[in-house]
């Protein structure tokens, strides 16, 4: 079952680490002792902030969209994170956007087994998908996300209690 950082970062091929480390070159200086302090690198701000430099537009939405979802907390179904970006929005693109995000170590795929508990196994460029493109699980994001986007995600601005349980 994958539930960390760590967890899946074990589960990535040597090729897949190589690939992590070339693409996030701060994390290779000095070289980790082992997937724990390779996660605990990838998953400090300032290296989260670095990686974040070279996304594009789209992306840095779909990091907010997994903040706002609270995916630094629980794995986000695929289709919660469609929602946040709206129907104009190709599956996709997000799916593209996630991929970028899972091979930068900011995020990472959970699939549920069949017997409905996480196992990332398949996770490895074999997922399963359904006949709408999503995921059996879901996204999470490393909690740094969360400082790097800022306290207002996606330029939302503080809650307000005068508008709690207000359709708008």
Do not use: Q, Y
Not at 6 to 22: N, P
Not at 70 to 92: H, I
Not at 137 to 154: I, Y
Request: proline share 6%; aromatic share 2%; with cysteine.
């Amino acid at each position: 079952m994958v539930v960390s950082l760590t967890d899946r970062l074990r589960t990535m091929t040597d090729d897949g680490i190589a690939a992590l480390l070339r693409a996030r070159g701060d994390l290779a200086v000095p070289p980790p002792s082992n997937s724990h302090v390779l996660a605990t690198r990838a998953g400090t701000r300032a290296s989260v902030a670095r990686a974040c430099d070279g996304l594009d537009a789209f992306t840095l939405k779909v990091i907010d969209a997994l903040v706002i979802a609270d995916a630094d907390r629980a794995p986000v179904d695929t289709r919660a994170l469609a929602e946040l970006l709206g129907a104009d929005v190709p599956p996709e693109a997000i799916e593209r956007a996630v991929d970028r995000l899972c091979a930068l170590a900011i995020a990472w795929r959970v699939e549920v087994g069949s017997d409905g508990t996480a196992d990332d196994e398949a996770a490895d460029n074999e997922r399963a998908a359904d006949e709408d493109g999503a995921h059996d699980g879901g996204v999470s994001v490393v909690p740094a996300a969360r400082e790097v986007v800022g306290p207002h995600p996606a330029g939302l601005g503080r809650p307000s209690a005068a508008l709690d349980g207000v359709d708008i």
